[in-house]
Structure formats: structure tokens, C-alpha cells
């Protein structure tokens, strides 16, 4: 590796997963590590109390591995998500350790710090995992904290301007896989296991209502239906097959929902840990058609801190 390249360090720490990752000038991944964290069986999620405590203990056995690789390169600016999204009263606890680590890291090795969102981070990444150049486009989140859909433009490099113009009124999808996925014994979080389990089930034997409101996304009906169908006996790999097609549905019909005259776009982009899942990204790809669709590479889908150390190159090279 050229001892004279610059690299960009990102860190998040989510609600369940510490991430650290590296990208050199040209973008290319140097590093990208991550350490989930341990939920007990039986759980539907950690406190933040827990979480941060983890994240503590995490942060410098990921920059312990990664150093290693990148020795001897000059790292020249550090972002990190301080907030799940970038709004004014965005707020949670877990993410004052990744930035805390950021500006130690920054004020330690005298680096650009360059604050940033959890939410921001799973875009960055979804765009640069898709191959996808600066644009207008129409970007959906979906994971166990976040159901949302929103107009993002990168007007300038590493810069994100995001508008909401569509989210969940309740449970949020992540939370509905998570919900059932306790019923039917799987651990936490279910979404891996509930693909898994619904790669048996028969699609249409179990069917739950779409609750969409022009872009307004309700699952807490179609749980509490998923619920019912559990208890008079369905088979669990129907219902889990049924719940995949629900959330693929609602969120292609809140998308269909949006005005033409909204603004102009150049695709759609599916971002966050649930879009992952690879039947709800053939369902959406049937949908609304894949010449327009995009989604973040499936490694680069859940958690992690890839999108923010290539937000930290965008930034740095374009204020030089």
C-alpha cells in the first residue's frame, strides 16, 4: 500500500452493533469491522445503559485489529455517527461513544473530526455499495429503529440534504420482525432466522393487510393479524413468508404513493438492515421495477461503519 495515501476512518455505535471501518482516497475499503452485540434469549433488545457499556469495551478491539492494516498510512479525518439522524433533537445515548472515541481519535492524532448520523452512514454506504454517482434520489430505510422514506441529494461530496416524505406510524419493520420472530422462538434480532425459516413457507396461505396511508406505513395491524394467525395454528413459516410479503408491499405502496410532481429523481435506494433480506428485495424489485431500484450491497445493508468513513473522504477531499 502507498505510504503516502490518505485514510478515512468511521466509527458507529448502534443500538446493537459496534462498527470501525477504514477507506483510502480513492474510496477503496481498507478496514470494515464489527462486533455485535450479545442480546439474552428470549429478549427483544439491550438497554441503552447495556449497549453503551458494550460499545465501551468493543471500540478498541476493533481499532486494535484494524491498526494492523493500516500501519504506516496516514489516517487524515475521522467521522462519526453522533445521532441517529441528522436533525437538531436526534437523540441516543449509544451514540456518545462513537463520538467520544471520534474525538479522541481526532484530537489525539490531530484529525479533521467530522460529526455525523447513523442514518447518513447507512446512505453513504448504500449509495457507494450500489455503485450509484451524486443525484437526487428517493431513499428507504428500513431497520429495527428506523421505517422511513426520504428524499436524498450529495449536492456536494459527502454532504447529504435529506428531506422526510414518508414513514412508519408505528412499529417500525425491524420491530415487527422482531415482535414475531419472538413468538415463534427465534432469537434477536430475527431477521436472518425468519428468512430462514420462511424459505418453507407458502406464500399466500397466510395473508396480512397492507396498512398505508398515502406514505404513512402502519405494521402494528398486520402484527397484531400475524399474532392471530399464530395462535389458530398456522404453520410459523407461513406466517414468517407472509410477514416478508407485508412489509415488501406496504413500502412499495407508500413509494407508489408519492406525488410525480414531489420532485425529480434519479432511483430509488433501499438501505438498513432489513432490505437485506433477499425475498423482500425480489418482491420490491416486482414492484416498482428494477430499472429504477437500487439497494445497498447486502454487506453493507445492516449496521455498519463503512458509509461514514467514505462520508469522511467525500468531505475531506473536497475541502482541500
Known amino acids: 500500500m502507498n505510504h503516502e495515501q490518505n485514510l478515512y476512518l468511521g466509527l458507529d455505535t448502534s443500538a446493537y452493533t459496534t462498527s470501525l471501518a477504514v477507506v483510502d482516497n480513492t474510496e477503496k475499503l481498507v478496514c470494515d469491522s464489527r462486533l455485535p452485540l450479545a442480546v439474552e434469549d428470549g429478549s427483544l433488545g439491550l438497554r441503552q445503559s447495556e449497549a453503551v457499556f458494550s460499545h465501551l469495551k468493543n471500540v478498541p478491539l476493533l481499532w486494535d485489529g484494524c491498526k494492523k492494516t493500516v500501519a504506516g498510512d496516514r489516517i487524515a479525518a475521522v467521522a462519526a455517527s453522533t445521532r441517529p439522524r441528522p436533525l ?18 481526532a484530537q489525539t492524532m490531530g484529525l479533521n473530526f467530522l460529526p455525523s448520523s447513523h442514518q447518513e452512514g447507512h446512505i453513504i454506504a448504500g449509495l457507494w455499495s450500489a455503485g450509484l454517482t451524486q443525484g437526487r434520489y428517493i431513499s428507504v430505510h428500513l431497520s429495527g429503529g428506523t421505517t422511513e422514506i426520504v428524499a436524498v441529494e450529495e449536492k456536494e461530496p459527502g454532504r447529504l440534504e435529506l428531506e422526510l416524505i414518508g414513514q412508519g406510524s408505528d412499529l417500525n419493520a425491524g420491530q415487527f420482525i422482531d415482535r414475531l420472530g419472538r413468538l415463534m422462538g427465534l432469537g434477536f434480532p430475527a431477521g436472518p432466522q425468519l428468512e430462514e425459516l420462511a424459505t418453507e413457507g407458502r406464500e399466500g396461505t397466510v395473508k396480512l393487510p397492507v396498512a398505508v396511508k398515502e406514505k404513512a406505513i402502519s405494521f402494528s395491524g398486520p402484527a397484531t393479524s400475524a399474532e392471530r394467525a399464530l395462535q389458530e395454528g398456522a404453520a410459523k413459516a407461513d406466517v414468517a413468508r407472509a410477514i416478508e410479503v407485508c412489509i415488501a408491499d406496504s413500502l412499495a405502496a407508500a413509494v407508489s404513493n408519492l406525488s410525480p410532481g414531489a420532485g425529480f429523481y434519479d432511483g430509488i435506494l433501499a438501505v438498513g438492515g432489513v432490505v437485506a433480506n433477499h425475498f423482500i428485495k425480489e418482491r420490491l424489485t416486482q414492484k416498482l421495477g428494477a430499472s429504477n431500484l437500487h439497494f445497498a450491497g447486502s454487506a453493507y445493508a445492516s449496521d455498519n461503519a463503512v458509509g461514514l468513513a467514505v462520508q469522511a473522504a467525500r468531505r475531506d477531499l473536497s475541502d482541500r
Open 88 to 105: 437538531p433533537d436526534s437523540y441516543m445515548p449509544v451514540f456518545k461513544v462513537s463520538e467520544a472515541f471520534g474525538l479522541f481519535f
